[in-house]
């Protein structure tokens, strides 16, 4: 992957906010793999002729994680969540989908979203963000504001598993004859949503996600229903700050069954990169700039983090 500077500077702003941390990812630094399945709907078929949603239950792989790039940030922080999903393909090849908690992105373009974590980036003096700044570019980019009252008053999850999560990019959807639908995946959680208070936050230990999901799949896979909420007329499909409307069309596309924690993966130098931009025939990218910023940002932290190639 040849990188530009936009992309030295991405991961930069990152390294900035939260330090470097050797071995660990620039963004999303703390998580969990798991091993799951990815089973097609019968009617994901009729949206796309991608290979992965042609009836066949296909293997995957999961990561959850916190947002932070900072390994040692406690799991009680608010912080928006994140959910990569791999899928293995019968031509041994892979696709990617990314997902967070929050229901829009910080930025449009990959300048506005430097200039959002040159805003936001804590106060050496204090620690915590200048409100002036952040509220100069809130003032600048209302577009943010969505994204930016999520975030900090996101609930603090009781489990990854009890999270919805919202692939922010939008994705052309190629049928069989051809025709072109573009959507957004969203996992939803088969067992519902749950947060922690205030008071059982304060009490949690600063791992406790992942205690939590080691135990809850040691009882019985995880569920999330994939769905892909489908473009109405004037919808923004370049746009990652723009939610759509609730009403709009929604597709059941598969069920994603996680079945155990993952240690077959990220061991010794296997290093894996979840990219939206490796899809198969049957789905398209859109113009999205913030999405095709990605692969040469990922590869910037990938080669920060180790001195290896990143693995599909």
């Given at each position: ?29 703390k998580g969990m793999l798991c091993a799951a399945t990815f ?175 080691t135990e809850r799949l040691a009882r019985a896979p995880v ?90």
């Amino acid at each position: 992957m040849v990188t530009d500077d936009i992309s030295e500077r991405l991961v930069d702003g990152l390294n900035a906010t939260y330090g470097r941390h050797p071995g660990h990812r620039a963004a999303h630094a703390k998580g969990m793999l798991c091993a799951a399945t990815f089973t097609p709907t019968p009617d994901a078929a009729s949206l796309s002729r991608a290979p992965h949603l042609a009836g066949d239950t296909r293997r995957a792989h999961v990561r959850f994680s916190n947002g932070s790039g900072d390994p040692t940030a406690p799991d009680a922080a608010r912080d928006g969540r994140g959910m990569a999903v791999k899928i293995y393909l019968p031509d041994g090849t892979t696709t990617d989908i990314v997902a967070l908690s929050l229901p829009a992105f910080f930025a449009r373009t990959p300048e506005d979203l430097l200039a959002f974590n040159e805003a936001r980036r804590p106060d050496p003096s204090t620690g915590q963000p200048d409100l002036a700044k952040v509220g100069a570019y809130l003032a600048e980019h209302p577009e943010a504001v969505p994204a930016v009252t999520a975030a900090v008053t996101h609930p603090i999850p009781a489990s990854y598993a009890a999270l919805t999560y919202h692939a922010l990019h939008a994705f052309g959807f190629v049928a069989a004859g051809g025709s072109v639908r573009y959507g957004r995946y969203h996992f939803l959680p088969a067992a519902g949503e749950a947060a922690l208070s205030d008071d059982e936050a304060a009490g949690a230990a600063p791992d406790y996600l992942v205690a939590e999901l080691t135990e809850r799949l040691a009882r019985a896979p995880v569920v999330f229903d994939v769905d892909v909420q489908l473009a109405g007329d004037g919808d923004p499909v370049d746009d990652p700050t723009a939610p759509w409307p609730d009403a709009r069309e929604v597709v059941r596309l598969a069920r994603l069954e996680i079945v155990a924690p993952a240690h077959d993966r990220e061991v010794g130098g296997d290093v894996l990169v979840f990219d939206p931009t490796r899809v198969p025939d049957g789905i398209t990218l859109s113009a999205d700039p913030i999405l095709h910023a990605r692969p040469g940002a990922y590869s910037v932290s990938v080669a920060r983090r180790t001195a290896v190639e990143s693995s599909r």
